[in-house]
C-alpha cells in the first residue's frame, strides 16, 4: 500500500484532487505534449503568457510546447445539445514566470464543464473549488465576482473600448482616485463615476455586498446578474462561513473571453493566487462552439516551496552511524524505525540541509538517546 507520506505535497494533492473530481463525474483527460503553433496564435491574448515555446516538426508544421490546458480541450469539445462533458486534467504547461520572466514548468490540476451551463453547474463548480482549496489548506479563501454586473456599469458609462480597458484595470488595481480621474478624461456623467467608484469598493460580507449591489444595478443585464449573485450566495451559505467565500468585485478577467461569474483562491502561506477560475462562454463562441464552459485550474507548482506546520522537517529522524556498523543490525534498526511510522534518513554525519525532527545514533544494540528539534 502506498505511503503517502513518501509523496512531495503537490503529488499527495495531484491524487486527493484527482479522486475528488472523479467522484463528481469528472472523466481524466490527457493532452499531447505538443500541438500546433498556429491554434495558439490565433488566439494568443487569451493566454497568461503570449510568448509560446516553438519547433519544427519533421514535416514542416510549425508546433508549440503546450502553453494551455482549456485551449487544448476547447478544440477537441463537440457540441452535443442538451448535455454536459465534464473533464478533469492534470498536465504540466510551459509560460513565461511573471517573477523570473524566463520559461518555466508549471504544475496545473483542474476541471473543465462544457455544455448547457445554468446554475446548478455554476454552484457544483464553485463547489469544487471550495474543496478543493480545503485539500490543500484549512485556511484558505475564494474570492467571487460577477462580469455581468461590471459590464453593465461600462455600458452605462458609454465611453470606447479603451476606457473600458483602463477603467478595468483601475477596478482590478482597486485604485479609485485614477478611476475618478479617467472618468473625468472621458466625460463620464457623475452619477456614473459615482457608480463604479463605490463597485470598485465593495468588499466584505456577502448579505451587505448585495445590499450594496442593489444601489447600483439597472437594466436587464445587471439585475440577472444581481439575482445569479443572491442565488449562489444563499447556496454558499448552506456551505461555510462568510470567512472562506467572498465577493470581490476587483477580481477582472478579459471580457472579451469570460462572461458571468468569475472567482479565485488563496492559502495561507502561498502569496500567489493558487485557483483561478470562471465562466467562459465568450471564448467558446470564438472558436466556434454554441456551448457555454465553466472551469477552473488549481496551481500545484506553488505547493513547492509551501511548508505547513505539520509537514515542516525533510524526516523524522536522522539515524547516525560509523564506519564500523553491522550492515544487517543497521538494516534491522531501520525498518523497525519505519514500521512505527518514521520516516528515516541514514546518515555517517547531519547534512548541512536537512531538516529532522529528531537525531539518533546507531549503537549496534539499536538506537542510542534522541536529540528532539521540537
Known amino acids: 500500500m502506498l505511503d503517502e507520506r513518501l509523496l512531495k505535497r503537490e503529488e499527495r494533492a495531484v491524487f486527493e484532487l484527482r479522486s475528488l473530481y472523479r467522484k463528481h463525474g469528472y472523466l481524466p483527460y490527457k493532452m499531447s505534449k505538443f500541438e500546433e503553433y498556429d491554434f495558439y496564435a490565433r488566439n494568443k491574448d487569451f493566454l497568461v503568457s503570449d510568448s509560446v515555446i516553438t519547433f519544427t516538426d519533421t514535416n514542416g508544421k ?20 442538451g448535455c454536459l462533458q465534464r473533464v478533469s486534467y492534470n498536465e504540466n504547461v510551459y509560460r513565461v514566470s511573471g517573477d523570473t520572466h524566463e520559461y518555466k514548468e508549471i504544475l496545473q490540476t483542474g476541471i473543465e464543464c462544457m455544455g448547457s451551463i445554468d446554475l446548478y453547474t455554476t454552484l457544483d463548480v464553485l463547489r469544487l473549488a471550495e474543496q478543493s482549496l480545503k485539500t490543500l489548506s484549512d485556511r484558505y479563501v475564494l474570492e467571487i465576482s460577477h462580469l455581468g454586473i461590471l459590464g453593465g456599469l461600462l455600458d452605462l458609462a458609454g465611453a470606447d473600448s479603451a476606457f473600458r480597458a483602463a477603467a478595468t484595470a483601475c477596478i482590478g488595481n482597486k485604485n479609485a482616485h485614477e478611476l475618478e480621474d479617467l472618468c473625468k478624461e472621458y466625460g463620464v456623467s457623475e452619477d456614473v463615476t459615482d457608480k463604479l467608484t463605490r463597485f470598485l469598493r465593495i468588499y466584505g460580507k456577502r448579505s451587505t ?12 443585464g445587471m439585475t440577472a446578474a444581481l439575482n445569479e449573485l443572491k442565488q449562489i450566495s444563499a447556496a454558499l451559505d ?7 467565500i467572498k465577493f470581490d468585485f476587483s477580481l477582472v478577467n478579459d471580457m472579451k473571453y469570460y462572461n458571468g461569474i468569475v472567482f479565485q483562491g488563496y492559502v495561507e502561506g502561498i502569496p500567489e493566487v ?40 525533510d524526516v523524522d529522524t536522522v539515524l547516525l552511524y560509523d564506519d564500523g556498523a553491522d550492515a544487517e543490525e543497521l538494516a534491522d534498526t531501520v525498518e523497525s524505525l519505519i514500521a512505527k511510522g518514521k520516516q528515516v534518513s541514514v546518515q ?13 545514533k546507531f549503537t549496534g544494540k539499536g538506537v542510542g538517546p534522541v536529540e528532539d528539534n521540537g
Open 62 to 81: 510549425l508546433m508549440a510546447l503546450k502553453p494551455d490546458v482549456t485551449l487544448s480541450i476547447i478544440k477537441n469539445f463537440k457540441d452535443e445539445p
Open 209 to 220: 455586498v448585495l445590499e450594496e449591489l442593489e444601489t447600483l444595478c439597472e437594466g436587464d
Open 238 to 244: 448552506r456551505w461555510d462561513g462568510e470567512e472562506t
Open 274 to 313: 493558487m485557483l483561478s477560475g470562471g465562466q467562459y462562454d465568450r471564448l467558446m463562441q470564438r472558436i466556434g462552439r454554441r456551448s457555454g464552459a465553466i472551469g477552473f485550474a488549481v496551481y500545484l507548482d506553488l505547493l513547492e516551496n509551501f511548508q505547513p506546520s505539520e509537514t515542516k522537517y
Open 348 to 360: 555517517k554525519k547531519i547534512p548541512a540541509h536537512l531538516s529532522f525532527r529528531e537525531l539518533r
